[in-house]
């Protein structure tokens, strides 16, 4: 298992709150502290940047250690977007969410209301 560091700045020297650990058909990313919008964003495009991200066959998104998250509902739009382009390389991947965080739960249920008009686009 490869992980990058927790904590670890992005491209822009930002610290962010995210761990990203790989596994032989997947990855977690672990989150923990007060997160923004900007971790989930951050860590799904390290993910799809990711030379790995071909072989991917699931995603675990951990918020189980997070004390916080300070974003609206729908800026898990632009983590959508991110992944339905990601979905022309890779469509084999499964995403799931472990959260007991309410804000995570209405951004994870706003993200699954997106997702019918992707698979409908994708399937042939």
């Known amino acids: 298992n490869k992980s990058a560091p ?19 058909q997947g990855l977690v990313m672990y989150f923990s ?35 916080g998250c300070i974003a609206a509902t729908t800026d898990i ?14 469509s084999k991947i499964r995403k799931t969410i472990v959260t007991t965080n309410a804000n995570i739960v209405k951004m994870a249920s706003h993200y699954k209301a997106q997702v019918p008009a992707v698979c409908l686009a994708t399937q042939k």
């Open 33 to 67: 502290g007060l997160i923004s919008e900007r971790d989930p964003q951050h860590a799904t495009l390290d993910c799809h940047l990711d030379n790995r991200f071909s072989e991917l066959r699931y995603v675990i998104a951990d918020y189980s250690q997070i004390v």
């Open 6 to 24: 927790c904590h670890s700045p992005d491209r822009k020297g930002n610290h962010m709150s995210y761990k990203l650990v790989w596994e032989p």
């Open 77 to 90: 739009e632009d983590v959508w977007v991110v992944d339905v382009v990601a979905k022309r390389t890779n």
